[in-house]
């Protein structure tokens, strides 16, 4: 072996650990597909869910396990903000694979690659949520969303699926040309030595100003890139339409697991590797988690269907989110989005296990199919309440804390406009949050209520308790949230 190889070898088997999760979810997909599909026929094929939930928690151990440090030349880093997200991915999901089993039986649709492509997936948000250099930030953000892609397409015998699967891959491809130009660019910019985040910080803030144009145009190229894949304003025009075309467990899943990834990126790329030129990005970031803001709510607020309704608010939860991201304090940032996406996910998971409880019945669609739901099964209706009170941030439920701690930090770091603004559309989500608990509470029931399955009544029954539980506890979250991943 020449010393190249050696070299190479030593290399890689030195920093192989730090990936292990991810390298665990691509074998087990991959066998899962062949031969692993050879085990179950096409009337056991819901086994897949409970297998692939073993799996997702043998994951979140392995992540716990990955000693912290930096490999494959800088390209991947795991440390605390690594492991936060991961497991908020992780988190995310675990509930969207549970969700599945009632509706996919309910379809006909159970396979054996839906869950596999959740894995791959998956795979490339731990990769995203590590990723120290644009490359394998490109790559990481490539892996996720190529199967998503098709798991929005996935009921191939339905229009609206196949459409909404072909408009969010026409979109995402769009974007991720738009990102790779960027990078090339700040590349360019940077004296063409590295794409690492940490050097390419470092480079731009010796870059000349006749080169200014040049850092500007790649840096805002890589931000137009990045808020295509977490739908923010005005680059969210996919996601209404690929909300409401995906089977339901993969809309949750969508606006969950890889929004948390793409702001852990967010987070290491604006804060580490562009942190030098933060007066290149931070008016344009300003102006787009405003609007997201602005628009998600406003447009909320005269949707029909409920998946809709739910698209519009992750548009403006977004908005909320990037508060972090311009903070010029990234631990501090950090944190906070993490407890917020955290709030997120648990309420999110619950409403949509309600709105595919509804499709089970052959309703769920529109808001109106929510009518009288607190007669006909009224720990249902008020679960549904307790989500969507907290997705408003109506104090005392943990959804305000989680806004608070980000309201409070976007103060403290001058950005006192934009805080007023998102109260002000918190206000406005409370509106329509309150039209479906009106539907549920002040409208007559039509037919007869059905028993929930299994899955979901876990589902709504912990993400219930959760919300309560953290609601005791909201003032001590923050901290909460430090002393396990930022110690």
């Known amino acids: 072996m020449t010393g190249f190889a050696q070299g190479l070898l030593t290399a890689l088997l030195r920093d192989t650990p730090l990936i292990t999760p991810q390298l665990f979810l691509m074998t087990v997909a991959t066998l899962m597909l062949w031969p692993g599909d050879l085990f179950f026929n096409r009337n056991e094929k819901h086994k897949w869910a409970p297998i692939t939930l073993v799996i997702l928690a043998i994951t979140a151990f392995l992540v716990t396990k990955v000693p912290d440090g930096e490999g494959f030349s800088r390209m991947f880093r795991m440390d605390g903000l690594t492991r936060g997200f991961q497991m908020l991915c992780i988190l995310a999901s675990a509930g969207a694979v549970t969700l599945s ?23 490339g948000m731990l990769f995203l949520c590590g990723a120290s250099d644009l490359i394998s930030v490109y790559f990481s953000i490539e892996l996720m969303a190529i199967c998503i892609y098709i798991l929005v397409a996935y009921l191939r015998d339905r229009a609206t699926s196949v459409e909404a699967g072909m408009k969010y891959f026409l979109l995402g491809a769009f974007s991720s040309g738009i990102l790779v130009y960027g990078i ?26 006749t080169s200014s144009l040049l850092v500007y145009a790649g840096v805002l190229m890589v931000l137009v890139g990045m808020a295509f894949k977490v739908a923010a304003v005005p680059f969210h025009m996919w996601a209404p339409d690929a909300y409401e075309g995906a089977p339901t467990p993969i809309t949750a899943f969508m606006a969950t697991a890889p929004k948390a990834a793409a702001l852990a ?64 304090d990234p631990l501090a940032g950090a944190r ?25 019945k052959g309703e769920g669609e529109r808001i109106e199919d929510f009518k009288g739901l607190g007669k006909k099964h009224p720990v249902l209706a008020f679960a549904m309440m307790v989500f969507l009170l907290s997705l408003a941030g109506i104090p005392p439920l943990v959804g305000f804390f989680g806004k608070f701690y980000l309201f409070k930090l976007a103060i403290e770091q001058g950005f006192v406009t934009l805080t007023v603004l998102a109260l002000l559309t918190s206000a406005v989500s409370a509106y329509y949050y309150l039209g479906v608990v009106k539907e549920m509470y002040f409208k007559e029931p039509e037919g007869e209520a059905i028993p929930m399955g299994a899955a979901q009544v876990f589902i709504v029954t912990l993400a219930c308790i959760l919300v309560l539980v953290g609601t005791a506890f909201g003032p001590w979250l923050l901290d909460w949230a430090g002393k396990i991943f930022w110690v």
């Open 184 to 209: 090339s660019l700040v590349y360019g910019a940077a004296g063409g030595v590295s794409t690492n985040l940490v050097d390419i910080n470092q480079a731009l803030a010796l870059t000349p100003t």
């Open 265 to 328: 990126a967010f987070l290491r790329v604006f804060g580490t590797g562009f942190h030098g030129v933060s007066s290149d990005w931070v008016l344009p970031l300003c102006y787009i988690a405003g609007a997201s803001m602005i628009l998600g709510n406003v447009a909320a607020v005269r949707q029909e269907s409920m998946k809709r309704l739910l698209a519009y608010s992750s548009i403006a939860h977004v908005g909320y989110m990037l508060l972090g991201v311009l903070s010029g």
């Open 101 to 123: 089993v009632k509706l996919l039986d309910s379809l006909k649709q159970q396979t054996v690659e839906y869950y596999a492509l959740i894995l791959f997936s998956l795979a």
């Open 336 to 360: 906070a989005v993490w407890l917020y996406m955290l709030i997120y996910i648990v309420m999110n998971t619950g409403a949509f296990a309600v709105v595919i409880y509804l499709q089970g």
